[in-house]
């Protein structure tokens, strides 16, 4: 349920009212909107809901209680109508601008994270991907150069300005990748490990939280509100592809889920129309749906030597790719309202 305050409610009411949930052995969780203060209550309420809900009406300073049938509270809308704006170094994501995450899937040496890094860099890009430790599906693929990685991540962050985002796979590394990185991930694989989730909820980091290749996004917003629950409110969802009947792309990219997940929640959502397509070829023309669908911003694979990478060479843009694609999206998103975020670039 959310406790809706008076436009007039003092701080001692909005106290009040809290420590009244507190009291009901519930947790509370406030946000001061524009116009009022509303304040969720989280917990398992049980057969008590209807007398709780009564006597919070009661208190002072409550304009109204109401109940809310969905299973997520503090990702919603109704509880945050404003967009999360999360801002991490010169990048800003969910601000109306686009946000252009782009490196390559795996950091695989110095050289090939530099190279990559300066070229999405001299392109536009304002975030800088790269995997530290890989979720592989083969445990004989490549699995990773694990915390060399995260150091040469860290060295091309200062070379280029960009904010660094990588992958965590273990609440045990959420520590040290917090160290290194700006923005940690948590993939397909482990959107529902909810050890992870509430381990990065504690981390003074923005999370990118893709979609289970499986999951609904119910389901989805479940688990990025285990995150918001935790304690951290700067999530960032990324659809990323599910799995259906079709093969002639490696999953199917749910270009829905934008404009479902932009009318459910608050948090901003970035595409990745690598992982959705799987094929180097068909990554623009999905990302550029993704834009005029409404994304805030991208993640793209790019990769200075695509074909000989050593994790998803086959969905990795050409430096020269990307370069196109930044331009056709400097069209398109002023089309729709949206611009891309020159900051970063303008600071070089
Ligand atoms: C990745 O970003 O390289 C990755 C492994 O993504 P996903 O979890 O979406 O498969
Ligand atoms: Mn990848």
Redesign the pocket.
């Known amino acids: 349920m959310f406790v809706v305050m008076a436009r007039t409610a003092s701080e001692a009411e909005i106290l009040g009212v809290k420590s009244h949930i507190l009291a009901e052995g519930m947790t509370p969780f406030d946000h001061e909107g524009s116009e009022r203060t509303v304040i969720a209550v989280v917990g398992e309420v049980g057969p008590r809901k209807q007398e709780l809900m009564s006597r919070l009406s009661g208190l002072p300073g409550v304009e109204q209680v109401t109940p809310i049938s969905r299973p997520f509270k503090l990702t919603s809308r109704e509880f945050h109508p404003e967009d999360t704006v999360i801002r991490v170094l010169d990048a800003v994501i969910g601000d109306g601008g686009l946000t252009m995450m782009a490196g390559p899937?795996s950091v695989e040496t110095r050289d090939q994270l530099m190279e990559t890094a300066d070229a999405v860099a001299a392109a536009g890009a304002t975030i800088l991907r790269g995997?530290a430790f890989?979720?592989r599906t083969s445990p004989y693929s490549f699995q990773g150069l694990g915390v060399e990685a995260l150091r040469y991540l860290a060295e091309a962050r200062d070379r280029t300005g960009l904010p660094v985002i990588t992958?965590v796979m273990e609440p045990n590394q959420v520590d040290i990748i917090a160290e290194y990185a700006d923005i940690v991930?948590i993939?397909?694989?482990n959107m529902q490990n909810y050890s992870l989730l509430n381990a990065v909820g504690r981390v003074a980091r923005p999370v990118m939280l893709?979609r289970g290749y499986g999951a609904t996004i119910e389901e989805w917003l479940m688990a990025a509100e285990y995150i918001v629950s935790s304690g951290n409110p700067n999530v960032i969802l990324c659809e990323?592809g599910i799995r259906t009947f079709e093969t002639a792309t490696r999953n199917t990219f749910d270009i829905s889920a934008i404009p479902v997940v932009k009318k459910l929640s608050h948090l901003p959502i970035i595409a990745?129309p690598s992982?959705g397509a799987g094929r180097r070829d068909m990554v623009a023309p999905m990302a550029r749906a993704a834009v005029a669908a409404g994304a805030d911003g991208l993640i793209i694979e790019v990769h200075n030597d695509p074909d000989h990478a050593l994790s998803?060479g086959a969905q990795s843009m050409f430096p020269s790719q990307f370069d196109r694609l930044m331009a056709e999206l400097r069209i398109i998103a002023p089309a729709i309202g949206r611009s891309i975020c020159l900051e970063a670039v303008a600071r070089r």
């Open positions: 899937c995997g890989k979720p992958e991930q993939g397909t694989r893709k990323r990745d992982h998803d």
